[in-house]
């Protein structure tokens, strides 16, 4: 039998932090010009172009013999989880930039926590309250300066809204199907989900008035060269790295180390995007990562 690579989940945990935050910068870039909803869309085709090979590939069936409520409830998670949650986290990291969405980002790991107590029956210890608390804190505090760079008070209120509403439902997205998941393959539950985001796009842009001038955006920009490696990179690359970590370490390893994405999208927004670094700002990202450990760990 083949051992694995020594440290390859590790390494691959480590390596999806770095390949999330790369493309966080080039959605950054794109969303200068792509509306969040066509670039939303269009991370979705090409994950579900590259996924259907993957599976193949990996021998796994694309339709399995199920219950239909499993169809179903993976469905409304993709509606949830990415058609609206991943929308939400393209129109905040437009308003904020990548280094103060970043920070936001790490309420993930408390809404996580809270859900699972209400939904999953699991209960919150008292350094998972601590590190909420963090998080909290740290959202608060990177946001409370009013000199934010090129920032104004009515962008940073609407980026704070539309990022902490798509934690929220990211998390609802993957706490509703945490049972569904433990039993199912990961790239079957994945490509399923990708379908629920595709209603959920499809159904927006049937409702919003000016849906030729959202699909506009992307056709008639110049943006091409950040729009495509950030899908590749975000939507793809970054999930079979995610899958790899998890596969070969140990799962509180593995999410400790993804977690590190969130400074790693820091550093590269101030390097590659030149977006201000100050005091609040590092003493945010330093309780934001901080208090995701201790949520995670506690």
Not at 137 to 159: D, F, M, P, Q
Not at 200 to 226: D, E, T
Not at 233 to 245: C, D, E, S, T, V
Request: overall charge positive; glycine content about 10%.
């Amino acid at each position: 039998m083949i051992q694995p690579i020594p440290f390859l989940g590790e390494s691959s945990a480590l390596l999806t932090a770095v390949v999330w935050a790369t493309a966080v910068i080039f959605f950054k870039k794109s969303g200068e010009s792509v509306h969040p909803v066509a670039l939303n869309l269009f991370k979705n085709l090409l994950a579900t172009l590259l996924i259907i090979p993957t599976m193949w590939v990996m021998g796994e069936a694309m339709f399995r013999d199920v219950p239909a409520g499993d169809y179903l409830l993976l469905l409304l998670s993709g509606v949830l989880g990415i058609g609206l949650a991943d929308t939400m986290f393209f129109k905040s990291l437009n308003l904020l930039g990548a280094g103060l969405s970043a920070i936001v980002d790490c309420l993930y790991s408390p809404f996580i926590i809270v859900l699972s107590m209400l939904w999953l029956g699991e209960s919150l210890t008292f350094i998972q309250v601590l590190g909420a608390v963090m998080i909290v804190t740290a959202v608060l505090t990177a946001t409370s300066e009013r000199k934010s760079g090129n920032i104004s008070t009515r962008n940073l209120i609407w980026g704070i809204f539309w990022g902490v509403s798509g934690m929220a439902f990211l998390a609802v997205g993957i706490v509703m199907i945490k049972p569904l998941l433990e039993r199912s393959p990961l790239l079957w539950t994945t490509g399923v989900r990708l379908v629920g985001g595709w209603l959920a796009l499809g159904l927006i842009l049937l409702l919003y008035p000016a849906r030729r001038a959202v699909l506009a955006s992307l056709w008639q920009s110049r943006s091409w060269k950040y729009t495509v490696p950030g899908s590749f990179l975000g939507a793809y690359l970054a999930m079979i790295l995610w899958l790899a970590g998890m596969k070969f370490a140990s799962a509180s390893i593995a999410s400790a180390l993804n977690q590190t994405s969130n400074i790693f999208i820091f550093v590269f927004a101030a390097i590659f995007l030149r977006e201000p670094i100050n005091r609040m700002r590092i003493i945010g990202i330093i309780l934001g990562v901080g208090g995701a450990f201790l949520v995670m760990f506690g």
